[in-house]
């Protein structure tokens, strides 16, 4: 498991999804503790590895 925080592209390529469908999913609070850095007009969001980790327990796992 990693530990520290990510950019939202790491959690993108992760998790299969599109970096902006894991930035919506940060502002609507589905990852725990996800934080921006920098500026108002240039800000980026971190995720803590925790809260993918926590996210990814929550869903439904598929078998083939």
Do not use: C
């Not at 500026?39 to 980790?53: A, C, E, T």
């Amino acid at each position: 498991m990693k530990t520290g925080s990510a950019k939202v592209k790491d959690v993108a390529d992760h998790l299969s999804l599109h970096p902006e469908t894991v930035r919506t999913m940060a502002r609507k609070g589905q990852f725990k503790n996800a934080y921006k850095v920098g500026n108002s007009h240039s800000s980026q969001i971190r995720i803590p590895w925790q809260s993918v980790y926590e996210y990814e327990q929550t869903q439904p796992r598929v078998s083939a």
